[in-house]
Antibody, heavy 117, light 106 residues
Framework: EVQLLEAGGDLVQPGGSLRLSCAAS????????MSWVRQAPGKGLEWVSA????????YFADSVKGRFTISRDNSKNMLYLQMNSLRAEDTAIYYC??????????WGQGTLVAVSA | DIQMTQSPSSVSASVGDRVTITCRAS??????LAWYQQNPGKAPKLLIY???TLQSGVPSRFSGSGSGTDFTLTISSLQPEDFATYYC?????????FGGGTKVEI
């Protein structure tokens, strides 16, 4: 069964850092680009970042560029999102998604990041 | 960035009703469009991609159409599990962008 499982969400103070992880199983992880999408409480979906299957290409939304980095370990079937200089507006559920072109065909259950003093 | 506008933002319907949701792109995206369903407290689920191709396992009561800037998602006969929020997403240009969502409620 194809599955994505996020972890690492927490309550963090403004200006703090957090690292999210996404464990993939049931498919050839290195063959797929992967993505992070977030959803603020009661709001819609916002694409955050993506990385190609081999890790050679990375993409970021303007709202997180320079603060977030994305990485992957294909030997462990893991995707990561390092979030620095966190702001209140980064508060959201963060979903890991598998990309087929730019379609998100598999989603994880999400992990909650809350940025508050 | 390409802006995606959905209408209506919410729709009240009953089991068995036919429901149509519209998504408009701020510029032409050919058929590079997906539809997702999100039930409360759950992750989104891909329903349709390439504007009209049903994802594997999705019931045939869901259908999508359109090209260019105007797209529709139709649920032919609403079932209890279909009460959810639906999002469109363009996959034509970077960055991928989502519509604001349409909540289908009783």
């Amino acid at each position: 069964e194809v599955q994505l499982l996020e972890a690492g969400g927490d309550l963090v103070q403004p200006g703090g850092s957090l690292r999210l992880s996404c464990a993939a199983s049931g498919f050839t992880f290195s063959s797929y680009s992967m993505s992070w999408v977030r959803q603020a409480p009661g709001k819609g979906l916002e694409w955050v970042s993506a990385m190609s299957g081999g890790g050679g290409s990375t993409y970021f939304a303007d709202s997180v560029k320079g603060r977030f980095t994305i990485s992957r370990d294909n030997s462990k079937n893991m995707l990561y999102l390092q979030m620095n200089s966190l702001r209140a507006e980064d508060t959201a559920i963060y979903y890991c998604g598998r990309l087929s072109v730019w379609y998100h065909d598999v989603w994880g259950q999400g992990t909650l990041v809350a940025v508050s003093a | 960035d390409i802006q995606m506008t959905q209408s209506p933002s919410s729709v009240s319907a009953s089991v068995g009703d036919r429901v149509t949701i519209t998504c408009r792109a701020s510029q032409g995206i050919s058929t590079w469009l997906a539809w997702y369903q999100q039930n409360p407290g759950k992750a989104p689920k891909l329903l349709i991609y390439a504007a009209s191709t049903l994802q594997s396992g999705v019931p045939s009561r869901f259908s999508g159409s359109g090209s260019g800037t105007d797209f529709t998602l139709t649920i032919s006969s609403l079932q209890p599990e279909d009460f959810a929020t639906y999002y469109c997403q363009q996959a034509h240009s970077f960055p991928p962008t989502f519509g604001g969502g349409t909540k289908v409620e009783i």
